[in-house]
């Protein structure tokens, strides 16, 4: 793939994971149980450990994993299994992008707290904050791609 593609295909991803991601919060924030929540608040502590350290993507997977795992459906963790290169290019940066995806950091804490509130709505919103400072940063970078 050109790097032209690269990124075209960065931001048709983005399109996707909005849908599910988003959904996906606001479905955790309404019916998840208290024992799946906890385990999503075991792997954000592990992302944010990790972030502390240098390097969290794995675990940043994880967290988005879990929150995936956490609705109870298993037709969103096939369909994210069956997307599985294409959302996990995102965590290994493949435009070489300085600080990438940095920015989005802060609303992986934000948008666990509202899950663990019940507040489904401010989920949503948390979880496409995610997604959009990344289509932000990728947009930034690429002017002439969008």
């Known amino acids: 793939l050109n790097q032209l593609s ?17 959904e ?21 502590n592990r992302m944010e ?3 502390a350290k240098g ?16 609705t ?8 994210i299994q069956s997307m ?15 600080n990438f995806a940095e920015a989005s950091f802060p609303f992986h804490r934000s948008m666990f707290d509202a899950i663990a509130r019940r ?3 401010a989920a949503r919103a948390e979880a496409l904050k ?3 400072s990344v289509g932000e940063e990728i947009r930034e970078a690429y002017p002439n791609e969008t």
Request: charge should be negative; charged fraction near 25%; aromatic fraction near 6%.
């Open 130 to 132: 995610i997604i959009d």
């Open 24 to 44: 996906a919060a606001a479905i955790c924030a309404s019916s998840a149980s208290a024992d799946r929540i906890a385990m999503i608040e075991k792997a954000l």
């Open 72 to 79: 109870g459906n298993p037709l969103f963790t096939q369909i």
């Open 49 to 51: 450990s990790a972030h």
């Open 119 to 121: 507040d489904p709505e």
């Open 84 to 98: 599985r290169d294409l959302v996990h290019q995102f965590w290994e940066n493949p435009l070489q992008l300085p």
């Open 6 to 22: 690269k990124v075209k295909g960065l931001l048709y991803g983005l399109q996707v994971r909005r849908a599910l991601e988003g």
């Open 55 to 70: 390097n969290s993507s794995e675990e940043d997977w994880e967290y988005h994993q879990s929150i995936i795992e956490a």
